[in-house]
């Protein structure tokens, strides 16, 4: 009987595995990628942050870090998500990116931003962020910038840089 996939939020105890996840599947640049950047020095893992398994493997993840933007907290940075090279054109990244959607938005977050593709990302609601107004530290394609509102007209409240909040404690 093969082991049925899972998906969950992401545990202390995960943060190893999700590691060689990333390193497998974006190798040694990872740590220049916005997400990263943004994230360094705040904590491996928000109340949001997901896995997919296949019994005690994890084969994807979704992280996710609680922002604020321009000192206005209520918005979340999607990225990266990482699927193993083996279970890619599964749906995995979709279904992952949907259950961020869904656990962010039920917490009342305003707004979630992400550096990314809109071909791709555009199916889950994101669009392109006007120039300059929402900033990444370090270099960032401007046109790469995209937001979805989790809540109608939210972009318009969100205007500045981009600094990682120390993760919320999960809802016991």
Do not use: W
């Not at 090279?85 to 305003?110: E, M, P, V, Y």
């Not at 979630?112 to 593709?117: A, F, H, K, Q, S």
């Not at 889950?124 to 046109?143: A, E, H, L, R």
């Amino acid at each position: 009987m093969s082991p049925s996939l899972t998906i969950r939020p992401a545990l202390p105890e995960d943060i190893a595995e999700i590691s060689k996840l990333h390193a497998r599947v974006f190798g040694p640049g990872r740590f220049a990628r916005s997400a990263y950047r943004v994230r360094e020095g705040k904590g491996h893992l928000s109340r949001f942050c997901l896995v997919a398994s296949l019994g005690r493997e994890i084969i994807a993840s979704i992280r996710t870090t609680e922002i604020s933007i321009g000192g206005k907290k209520g918005a979340v940075l999607l990225g990266p998500v990482a699927v193993d090279d083996t279970h890619r054109s599964n749906g995995l990244g979709r279904q992952l990116i949907a259950a961020a959607l869904d656990a962010t938005r039920t917490a009342g977050a305003k707004l979630i931003v992400l550096v990314g593709d809109e071909p791709y990302y555009g199916r889950f609601g994101f669009k392109t962020v006007p120039m300059g107004q929402i900033v990444f530290p370090g270099p960032v394609n401007p046109q790469r910038i995209l937001a979805c509102e989790l809540q109608p007209e939210s972009l318009a409240e969100f205007r500045g840089l981009i600094v990682a909040e120390p993760p919320a404690k999960k809802p016991a």
